[in-house]
Nanobody, 125 residues
Framework: QVQLVESGGGLVQAGGSLRLSCAAS????????MGWFRQAPGKEREFVAA?????????YYVDSVKGRFTISRDNAKNTVYLQMNSLKPEDTAVYYC?????????????????WGQGTQVTVSS
């Protein structure tokens, strides 16, 4: 079992930055690939970024955030991060972190076993 708790969301102006954190419980965090997803009102949950189970490993991003967002992890702190720069109003959503332990890295939500409760990110124009 892995429990995930996100933090770092908030209200920011367009062009600003936020860093989301996702703290995981359990001793096997380093064995899980991690991902960030987001869901805007009236829209389906979409993939944002993913990182393989080892720090500094494979990363994937949705095209709309490439060059602006960076996913990273610190296995010693059981934490995964999402650094978000140059934020746009269309980035407004609830952001969720997720963990899965069967593959090296995953970009499909159905492959993830554990989810956090989400943190709201609102970008004003």
């Amino acid at each position: 079992q892995v429990q995930l708790v996100e933090s770092g969301g908030g209200l920011v102006q367009a062009g600003g930055s936020l860093r989301l954190s996702c703290a995981a419980s359990g001793r096997t965090f380093s064995r899980y690939a991690m991902g960030w997803f987001r869901q805007a009102p009236g829209k389906e949950r979409e993939f944002v970024a993913a990182i393989s189970w080892w720090s500094g490993g494979i990363t994937y991003y949705v095209d709309s955030v490439k060059g602006r967002f960076t996913i990273s992890r610190d296995n010693a702190k059981n934490t995964v991060y999402l650094q978000m720069n140059s934020l746009k109003p269309e980035d407004t959503a609830v952001y969720y972190c997720a963990a899965e332990g069967r593959t090296v890295v995953a970009i499909v939500s159905s492959e993830y076993d554990y989810w956090g409760q989400g943190t709201q990110v609102t970008v004003s124009s």
